[in-house]
C-alpha cells in the first residue's frame, strides 16, 4: 500500500492542535471563573459535542480499517510460519515492554508515596457509581466474552477490538490456506483499507475542533485548580512517563538508529491528538497511514498495529500501578503497602484482566475498580482520582501510541521490511 507524503499538510494539522488545545484551555478557565456551576456544566456538556462529532467518526472507520488491513496483512504475509514468526516477535516485544512499564511504575510509586497524606475526604462517588456499572460482574467469563468474539457484526458495532483481532487473524488464515481462491477477497480488502485511509484524511480536518472541545469541557469543569490540588500525583506520574519515554526511545534507538527522529516527527500528529483527545482510537487510522509512510511495509502495519492496541498499553500499565499504590498508601491498606510480592501478584493480575476489555472508556480506572476489589482496594479510592483522570489519560494515551509506533517499526526492522521512502 503505497502512501504519498504530504509533510505541509501534517505539519499544519499539528499546529492547528496545539493552537486549538490552548484556546480550549483560555476557553474552559474563564467560563470556569466567571460563569455558575450550573451554567459551568451546560457549557462543558454542550462543548464536548464536538469531541463526541469527532470521536463516532472515527469510530465508525475503526472496525472496517482493522478488519481490513490485518487480513491484507496475514493474507500477504504468504504462510502460518511467517505469521507465528512476526507474530511472535510482537508479542515478546508487547509483554516485555508492559512488565517494564509495570515495575517502573512500582518502583516509583514506592518511592515517591503520592498517596500518604492525602485527603480522602474528596471522593467523586457519583463518577464511582458509573464506573462501577461498567466494572460489574467483571471475572473471568466476562473477560472472555471480552475477548471471544459471539458475532462479528456485534464486534463491529461496539467496536470490540480485541474480538475484531480474533476473527480478523482466523480470517486471513483461513484465506492464506485457500490459496488462489482467496485472492479476489484480498484485493478488495486492500482497495476498502484505502477507501477507508482516505476517509481518515477528511476527518482530521475536524480533530482540532474535537480537540478544542475536550480541553474547553475539562478545565470548564474541573478549573486550572485542580491540577495544583493534585500537582503531586500528576507530576510523579508525568515524570515515570518522562522515564518510561526514554526507556522506550533508547530501545527504538537501537533499532532504528539515526531514522528515529524521523519517526517522531511523523507521529507527532497522531500523539498530539491522542494527548488533547485521550483517546487512542481517534488515531488508529491516522497511525497506519503515518507507519507507511514513514517505511514500514504494509503487512506488517497491517498486523502488528491492531494487536498492539489490545496487547501493547504501555502508558495504561504504568497508570495502573500509580493509580492502585495511590489508593491504598490513601487508605493505609497494609496488606498492599506492606507487601512487595502482594503488590507484583495484583500488578501481574492487572497485565492479564486489562486485556480483556479494550475500547471501554476510562478502561484504566475500570480495571483498577474491578481487579483492585480482589486485593481490598475500595471503590472510594477511585472516587480521590477521577476528576484528574482526564489529565493523567492523556499522558498515558500518547504513550500508548507512542509504543506501539516503536513496537511496529522494531518488528519491520527486525525482519527486514523497512523501507526509506
Known sequence: MEI????????????????????????????????????????????????????????????????????????KLGDMKTVG????????????????????????????????GADISNTDMAGVNDLLEKSKGFSLSKFVEHVVPRSVVEAMATNEILQLVVFSVLFGVALTAIGKKGEPIVNALDSLAHVVLKMVTYVMYIAPLGVFGAMAAAIAKNGLGILVTFGKYVGEFYLGLAILWALLLFVGYLFLKNRLPVLLRRISTPMSIAFS?????????KLVEEMERFGCNNKIVSFVLPLGYSFNLDGSMMYMTFASMFIAQAFNITSITGDVWQQIIMLLVFLVTSKGIAGVPRASLVVVLATGAMFGLPPEGVGLILAIDVFCDMGRTMTNVLGNALATAAVSKWEGQLEHP
Open 4 to 75: 504519498t507524503q504530504q509533510p505541509t499538510k501534517k505539519s499544519k494539522l499539528t499546529l492547528y492542535i496545539l493552537v486549538a488545545m490552548v484556546l480550549g484551555i483560555v476557553a474552559g478557565y474563564y467560563v470556569h471563573e466567571n460563569y455558575a456551576a450550573g451554567t459551568v456544566k451546560t457549557f462543558a456538556d454542550n462543548i464536548k459535542l464536538l469531541t463526541t462529532i469527532f470521536l463516532r467518526m472515527v469510530q465508525m472507520i475503526i472496525a472496517p480499517i482493522v478488519f481490513a488491513t490485518l487480513v491484507v496483512g496475514i493474507a
Open 277 to 285: 483527545t485521550a483517546s487512542s482510537e481517534a488515531v488508529y487510522p
Open 85 to 116: 514468526r512476526v507474530g511472535g516477535k510482537a508479542m515478546l516485544w508487547f509483554i516485555t515492554a508492559s512488565l517494564i512499564s509495570l515495575s517502573l511504575g512500582l518502583i516509583l510509586v514506592n518511592i515517591f508515596k503520592p498517596g500518604v
